[in-house]
């Protein structure tokens, strides 16, 4: 797991245990601190003012989210376990103290959220390719076929039923192989 909350007090860290479908935060709630998540996945959904609902991000083992809650006062969206597991909740106030007193640890923060900014913008990259079965295939190259095909879908931005359609294509083209209901693995 990424190390660089290390310096952190230990009072300053909380585990939590989830459940499939636990809410650890709501849109609008005061922010208390940011995540990392030691095993399972969590996806953070923002609503829109028309009900349309929008997935922000997938985290999953060794990954952090709600950063920018550091410097909000409110989340702005809502944070789901959709794979149960932990995360460990890191205290906002705490993280912004150490920020001010310890140079080493705001260089390393710094360092771990630039290379999230690299991780978003390859990922806006494959959301680009206008083909379902070229996306599918990046995506699954670059890992994001963790749990099933639905999953994936949401990931990638495709409907369940296109992604579906264009991993049968892939699966009778031979660049891919279906492994049980809703699984697949490159060929």
Not at 73 to 83: G, K, M, S
Not at 116 to 144: D, F, T
Not at 178 to 184: C, E, I, K, S
């Amino acid at each position: 797991m990424n190390d660089v909350f290390s310096r952190l007090p230990t009072l300053a860290c909380h585990k939590i245990d989830m459940r499939h479908e636990d809410v650890l935060f709501r849109q609008g709630q005061p922010t208390s601190g940011l995540f990392r998540i030691i095993s399972g996945r969590v996806t953070l959904r923002r609503h829109g003012e028309n009900g349309e609902v929008l997935t922000l991000h997938h985290a999953a083992a060794g990954g952090s989210f709600a950063e920018a809650s550091i410097f909000s006062e409110t989340y702005h969206c809502d944070a789901i376990c959709t794979a149960a597991g932990s995360v460990e909740k890191l205290d906002k106030v705490a993280v912004v103290k150490l920020m001010e007193a310890d140079a080493d640890f705001s260089l390393a923060f710094t360092r771990h959220l630039a290379l999230q900014v690299q991780h978003y913008r390859a990922h806006i990259e494959m959301l680009s390719i206008r083909s379902a079965k070229e996306r599918i295939m990046v995506a699954v190259q670059a890992g994001y076929l963790e749990a099933s095909a639905m999953e994936l879908a949401s990931r990638i931005n495709l409907s369940h039923e296109a992604c579906y359609r264009a991993l049968t294509a892939l699966c009778n083209e031979g660049r891919m192989r279906r492994t049980g209901r809703g699984q697949y693995e490159l060929a």
